[in-house]
């Protein structure tokens, strides 16, 4: 696993619908060596956490997890500029899109394939989204996208979905739990991964590449 040398920031949500455990705070408070950041299920408090954050801890890389659908972890790749008509954990609903005036939706910008090759070849059960809820976690992907774009601070940012603490599942071969050992084992599989792409994304390597890329195409014309 990479070595954990990149300013690096990793949030997860408080617990929602009823429940006791949010499983991605679980994830995200199991990592060491990472600022961490725990957002209320609330509408608008991840524009003003992540701005202060930000600020505070300066990551070039943020990595988002939230609570999400059974027996998968999903890679977002689409985030939209609106909230569906849901109350929040202060019984709130909302009352305008995420930013006022800002694109009806943003893709996410982490080569998700990759990422999905590299935790497949882990035998870990992980699926591509492009739909992200319309809840808090979308919300938070949005942010994080728009923050990326005016904060050139941050460079690589990712949501994934948790299966819901307690749940069942199959992983890397087996049948279990989504407790906190298989919780704390995603994240730190997920950061490496991250941390590999960020790094390759950054390097020469990458620049030398899609030079010859672009000097294929132009010859197979």
Same mark, same amino acid.
């Given at each position: 696993?990479?070595?954990?040398?990149?300013?690096?920031?990793?949030?997860?949500?408080?617990?929602?619908?009823?429940?006791?455990?949010?499983?991605?705070?679980?994830?995200?408070?199991?990592?060491?060596?990472?600022?961490?950041?725990?957002?209320?299920?609330?509408?608008?408090?991840?524009?003003?956490?992540?701005?202060?954050?930000?600020?505070?801890?300066?990551?070039?890389?943020?990595?988002?997890?939230?609570?999400?659908?059974?027996?998968?972890?999903?890679?977002?790749?689409?985030?939209?500029?609106?909230?569906?008509?849901?109350?929040?954990?202060?019984?709130?609903?909302?009352?305008?899109?995420?930013?006022? @005036?800002? %694109?009806?939706?943003?893709? #996410?910008? !982490?080569? &998700?394939?990759?990422?999905? =090759?590299? *935790?497949?070849?882990?035998?870990?059960?992980?699926?591509?989204?492009?739909?992200?809820?319309?809840?808090?976690?979308?919300?938070?992907?949005?942010?994080?996208?728009?923050?990326?774009?005016?904060?050139?601070?941050?460079?690589?940012?990712?949501?994934?979905?948790?299966?819901?603490?307690?749940?069942?599942?199959?992983?890397? @071969?087996? %049948?279990?739990?989504?407790? #906190?050992? !298989?919780? &704390?084992?995603?994240?730190? =599989?997920? *950061?490496?991964?991250?941390?590999?792409?960020?790094?390759?994304?950054?390097?020469?390597?990458?620049?030398?590449?899609?030079?010859?890329?672009?000097?294929?195409?132009?010859?197979?014309?």
């Amino acid at each position: 696993m990479a070595s954990y040398i990149m300013p690096t920031l990793v949030t997860g949500f408080f617990p929602f619908d009823g429940r006791n455990v949010n499983s991605s705070w679980v994830a995200a408070s199991s990592l060491r060596n990472v600022a961490t950041l725990r957002i209320p299920v609330v509408w608008g408090k991840p524009l003003e956490l992540l701005q202060a954050a930000i600020t505070e801890f300066e990551p070039s890389i943020i990595i988002s997890l939230g609570e999400g659908k059974e027996e998968y972890f999903h890679i977002e790749t689409v985030a939209r500029n609106k909230r569906n008509l849901r109350q929040d954990n202060d019984g709130q609903l909302p009352s305008a899109a995420i930013i006022t @005036g800002a %694109p009806d939706s943003l893709h #996410a910008t !982490i080569d &998700s394939a990759a990422l999905h =090759r590299a *935790l497949k070849a882990e035998q870990i059960p992980v699926r591509i989204s492009n739909d992200a809820g319309g809840f808090l976690c979308e919300e938070t992907l949005y942010v994080l996208e728009m923050m990326k774009l005016q904060r050139p601070v941050v460079e690589t940012v990712v949501f994934v979905h948790l299966p819901p603490f307690g749940t069942e599942l199959v992983y890397q @071969g087996k %049948p279990c739990t989504c407790e #906190a050992v !298989i919780l &704390s084992d995603f994240a730190n =599989r997920l *950061l490496a991964s991250v941390e590999e792409l960020h790094i390759f994304s950054s390097s020469p390597l990458r620049s030398a590449l899609k030079t010859m890329d672009n000097d294929c195409k132009i010859v197979s014309k």
